[in-house]
């Protein structure tokens, strides 16, 4: 064989490889591009458009949560009826169950009271006060510890029962707020935010007048306009407590024995 065929020979199987590294890597994009297929079921999965933001994804836990305690309230009726029916105890002990279930917050309560409404500024909103400078963000929405003061002083002020946007509060409720959402028991609320509390009203009015930090609060009122409205309620009637009133806390984590 001449010199000129061995050279040809040799180019041949020096080729051999690349076509195979070739084939390997068109064999290899056309797996991807099943298996991208076969896990996008037809969406596009180089957007994030199918994929569920943290936002919408608490409204929906909010929704499914509202499901639940209607739920949980109709399973507690029925516990509540047979337990009546089947109890022995005597009409003081179930007069003081009654009133313990009132303290509570379990049961429904109507009275005269009071509503305390708050609400993020305008939108736009700038400085209505001369020489207060032009508002940052955080200034012009309600913030946890607005809708804190608000419940405190109601407390302070001696009601006998508080509902935050429609829901009871009892002993372990927390009013948390996350941006400008409010998160109470499992739900999601926006502004504006309403306060009701039964109660003697000119008590209560004293007491929300009367707290620092609803002062301070007030300060922004006047200077960029956020919402504030107090009003007296003739007749007002808060829901009982529907949710679970199992505790939570932490635990400590167990140790790996040695």
């Known amino acids: 064989m001449s010199n000129s065929d061995d050279s040809s020979t040799g180019a041949r199987r020096r080729a051999r490889p690349v076509r195979l590294l070739t084939a390997a890597v068109f064999a290899l994009a056309g797996l991807i591009f099943v298996t991208s297929f076969n896990t996008s079921k037809g969406t596009n999965i180089r957007t994030d458009a199918s994929l569920l933001k943290l936002s919408d994804l608490i409204h929906e836990r909010s929704a499914k949560n509202a499901e639940l305690e209607k739920t949980a309230a109709a399973a507690r009726d029925q516990v509540d009826v047979l337990a009546e029916r089947d109890n022995g105890s005597t009409k003081a002990e179930e ?124 300060l922004y009122v006047n200077a960029y306009g956020l919402g504030w409205k107090v009003e007296e309620e003739k007749r007002l009637t808060l829901p009982g407590y529907s949710g679970t009133v199992d505790l939570h806390y932490a635990k400590p984590l167990e140790s790996a024995a040695p």
């Open 95 to 218: 007069a003081k169950l009654a009133a313990l279930r009132t303290a509570s917050g379990t049961e429904e309560l109507t009275g005269r009271g009071l509503t305390v409404t708050l609400n993020d500024a305008p939108p736009g909103a700038t400085a209505r006060v001369p020489g207060v400078p032009e508002p940052q963000p955080n200034d012009l929405v309600i913030h946890q510890q607005d809708l804190q003061a608000v419940v405190n002083a109601l407390w302070l002020g001696g009601a006998e029962g508080i509902e935050v946007m429609g829901q009871r509060l009892i002993a372990t409720s927390a009013v948390r707020c996350v941006g400008n959402t409010l998160i109470l028991q499992g739900r999601v609320y926006s502004p504006p935010y309403k306060v009701s509390a039964v109660g003697d009203p000119a008590a209560l009015r004293k007491a929300v007048n009367a707290s620092p930090a609803i002062q301070n609060y007030l």
